[in-house]
């Protein structure tokens, strides 16, 4: 009975002693499981000709024995797993891959040689347009359009302009300055070489820049900060300081025709008689806020007074800084303050006269703008011109 169980269950050897085992637990002898020999493979995929051979010795010798080979060739061929896509083009995959490897190589070495360096840029409407850069043998192995062509294609590009503009880095201003002095006289020649020192030696007030509006820098060199000792320029001035309040100067400048013909030109006695209908009008012609012309028609007024107990406003303003403009000497632009002690009084002064829109960041401007104070920077040119004016 005892037997019959252990045959049934299924005996295993573990250290040499016998373990029974339930038969769902048996495994499958691993023998089965292991691939052909390469022998057995080789023999599998041996060319047409050898097979027929050998097939043509065995039947030769004993036709029992010819067909128990092939029937053990057909039975390793039903074991081998069928033939894929993928395995059967593994081996020309591997031969086109190197092929393409080496034609990369070959292509990035033609590369570094194949820039063409010596085709100059061509005009086209009047711009520069540059070469298109390409590399030789490029096409070989790559499709046209690729993002790697394109980025190569683009860093070429870039690197050649670069190179362009470092070869032609000051050859415009030097051949400029030649012609110059080939085309001047001799007199034009000193004139050009001395007005060049200058210029390197002394430049405009740094808020000058390359990108200011030329009506700015116009009235930077001629007008700011030049001594002004007329009743009706002094109040064209005070106005549009007034007015530039939340603005800037080149926006103020670029309609001050508008604000000369909306105020007769500045005459304090024709502006002082405008009506409340007459400031209405205005406004509504020449787009200019209420409140900017009211102030303006009330310091003409204020101006009027001051005439009658100095002679004149000139003489009233200049009071402030005994008839000579205060000259600060600042070197630099952030050093020059939005108001000072002096435009301070003088702004008390004028408020508690009656005037309006003159607080004191107003009145620093005013001041900086009719000379009252010299704050061109010290490397200015116009700094020395204007201390040599108010002399």
């Given at each position: 009975m005892c037997n019959s169980n252990v045959k049934s269950a299924g005996v295993a050897q573990i250290d040499g002693r016998p373990v029974l085992q339930p038969a769902g637990n048996r495994v499958a002898a691993p023998e089965a499981a292991r691939p052909l020999k390469k022998s057995l493979q080789k023999s599998l995929s041996m060319p047409a000709s050898l097979d027929n051979a050998a097939a043509a010795t065995t039947c030769a010798a004993s036709p029992e024995k010819s067909r128990a080979a092939d029937f053990a060739r057909a039975a390793a061929a039903s074991l081998l797993p069928p033939p894929t896509p993928a395995s059967v083009s593994a081996k020309a995959t591997r031969v086109s891959g190197a092929k393409v490897a080496a034609a990369r190589t070959?292509?990035?070495?033609?590369?570094?040689?194949?820039?063409?360096?010596?085709?100059?840029?061509?005009?086209?409407?009047?711009?520069?347009?540059?070469?298109?850069?390409?590399?030789?043998?490029?096409?070989?192995?790559?499709?046209?359009?690729?993002?790697?062509?394109?980025?190569?294609?683009?860093?070429?590009?870039?690197?050649?302009?670069?190179?362009?503009?470092?070869?032609?880095?000051?050859?415009?201003?030097?051949?400029?300055?030649?012609?110059?002095?080939?085309?001047?006289?001799?007199?034009?020649?000193?004139?050009?070489?001395?007005?060049?020192?200058?210029?390197?030696?002394?430049?405009?007030?740094?808020?000058?820049?390359?990108?200011?509006?030329?009506?700015?820098?116009?009235?930077?060199?001629?007008?700011?900060?030049?001594?002004?000792?007329?009743?009706?320029?002094?109040?064209?001035?005070?106005?549009?300081?007034?007015?530039?309040?939340?603005?800037?100067?080149?926006?103020?400048?670029?309609?001050?025709?508008?604000?000369?013909?909306?105020?007769?030109?500045?005459?304090?006695?024709?502006?002082?008689?405008?009506?409340?209908?007459?400031?209405?009008?205005?406004?509504?012609?020449?787009?200019?806020?209420?409140?900017?012309?009211?102030?303006?028609?009330?310091?003409?007024?204020?101006?009027?007074?001051?005439?009658?107990?100095?002679?004149?406003?000139s003489k009233y303003v200049w009071a402030f800084v005994n008839n000579k403009p205060l000259s600060p000497s600042y070197k630099y632009s952030r050093k020059i303050p939005v108001k000072t002690s002096k435009s301070e009084s003088i702004s008390k002064d004028m408020v508690r006269r009656g005037f309006r829109f003159v607080g004191p960041t107003v009145i620093h401007s005013f001041m900086q703008a009719v000379g009252l104070t010299n704050d061109h920077l010290v490397s200015c040119p116009r700094h020395r011109v204007c201390s040599s004016s108010s002399a």
């Amino acid at each position: 009975m005892c037997n019959s169980n252990v045959k049934s269950a299924g005996v295993a050897q573990i250290d040499g002693r016998p373990v029974l085992q339930p038969a769902g637990n048996r495994v499958a002898a691993p023998e089965a499981a292991r691939p052909l020999k390469k022998s057995l493979q080789k023999s599998l995929s041996m060319p047409a000709s050898l097979d027929n051979a050998a097939a043509a010795t065995t039947c030769a010798a004993s036709p029992e024995k010819s067909r128990a080979a092939d029937f053990a060739r057909a039975a390793a061929a039903s074991l081998l797993p069928p033939p894929t896509p993928a395995s059967v083009s593994a081996k020309a995959t591997r031969v086109s891959g190197a092929k393409v490897a080496a034609a990369r190589t070959a292509a990035a070495a033609a590369a570094m040689g194949g820039l063409d360096r010596s085709r100059k840029p061509a005009k086209k409407g009047g711009a520069a347009v540059l070469p298109v850069v390409t590399f030789a043998g490029l096409e070989a192995y790559e499709p046209a359009g690729s993002i790697a062509a394109a980025q190569r294609e683009h860093v070429a590009m870039a690197q050649a302009q670069r190179k362009m503009r470092i070869a032609h880095y000051g050859r415009t201003a030097s051949f400029s300055r030649v012609e110059g002095k080939v085309s001047a006289t001799a007199t034009g020649a000193a004139e050009l070489i001395a007005g060049a020192v200058t210029g390197h030696d002394e430049k405009r007030c740094s808020f000058i820049t390359p990108y200011s509006d030329p009506l700015y820098v116009a009235y930077h060199d001629e007008e700011w900060g030049v001594p002004v000792r007329d009743d009706e320029l002094l109040f064209e001035m005070l106005t549009l300081s007034g007015v530039q309040v939340g603005a800037d100067w080149t926006s103020i400048l670029k309609r001050r025709h508008v604000y000369r013909e909306a105020f007769s030109g500045f005459n304090v006695d024709a502006v002082a008689k405008y009506t409340e209908k007459q400031m209405a009008s205005l406004s509504a012609e020449f787009g200019l806020d209420l409140g900017t012309i009211r102030g303006a028609v009330n310091n003409a007024c204020r101006i009027s007074e001051v005439r009658r107990d100095f002679g004149s406003f000139s003489k009233y303003v200049w009071a402030f800084v005994n008839n000579k403009p205060l000259s600060p000497s600042y070197k630099y632009s952030r050093k020059i303050p939005v108001k000072t002690s002096k435009s301070e009084s003088i702004s008390k002064d004028m408020v508690r006269r009656g005037f309006r829109f003159v607080g004191p960041t107003v009145i620093h401007s005013f001041m900086q703008a009719v000379g009252l104070t010299n704050d061109h920077l010290v490397s200015c040119p116009r700094h020395r011109v204007c201390s040599s004016s108010s002399a």
